[in-house]
């Protein structure tokens, strides 16, 4: 999937925020397609590699494409989740609330993501609000505090929260993009929108 320009009246700015989601059996897939597809599927399958998804919204005048990067959990896929990571603005951290492990998985990637300074932005999401949470939210909440990372939980199953979480890491991006020309993506004369196939 990519983003393409086509004909008609758009803000004259254009911004493109690379996302990675990282962490293992966390229900990274099902965030990624609720965001851009508004929808939940009940059987998910393991990611290999790395999955792209697409989607651009306007956000206070300015047009944004959302390159989502969903990464394998594996651990055997360690390397090729760094190799997406290095090209990132935004590293999201999902674990399941469920599942204690999940959280526990997430503290190796902390690690990495604070090496790479090319890293904007660092959230820690909670997964599966829907569900009886396992995972103490102030623990989290401590965790995302001491290493400056921003912190929320969603529910992929039911949508809660998953739009609020992409447009704080919007916010949070574009106030650091404007300040740097590098970020801006030029809108042609002829090609004015961004769709997504």
Not at 119 to 125: C, E, I, K, Y
């Amino acid at each position: 999937m990519a983003c393409f320009y086509v004909e008609s009246t758009v803000p004259t700015k254009v911004y493109t925020v690379r996302i990675v989601m990282l962490g293992a059996c966390s229900g990274k897939s099902a965030i990624a397609v609720r965001f851009v597809s508004d929808r939940f599927e009940e059987k998910s399958f393991k990611t290999v590699g790395a999955v792209y998804r697409c989607k651009k919204m306007e956000i206070d005048d300015d047009l944004v494409c959302f390159q989502v990067w969903d990464t394998s959990g594996n651990a055997k896929y360690t390397e090729i989740s760094k190799m997406y990571l290095r090209g990132a603005h935004v590293a999201m951290l999902v674990y399941d609330v469920t599942k204690p492990s999940t959280f526990e998985e997430l503290k190796r990637w902390v690690d990495i993501v604070e090496k790479d300074d090319r890293v904007h932005t660092t959230v820690l999401v909670g997964n599966m609000q829907d569900l009886p949470s396992v995972v103490d939210d102030e623990v989290a909440l401590a965790l995302a505090q001491s290493h400056g990372m921003h912190f929320t939980t969603v529910s992929a199953k039911t949508g809660q929260n998953v739009h609020a979480l992409f447009l704080t890491i919007a916010t949070l991006t574009l106030s650091k993009m404007k300040t740097d020309q590098r970020y801006l993506v030029p809108v042609s004369s002829k090609f004015n929108n961004i769709i997504n196939p």
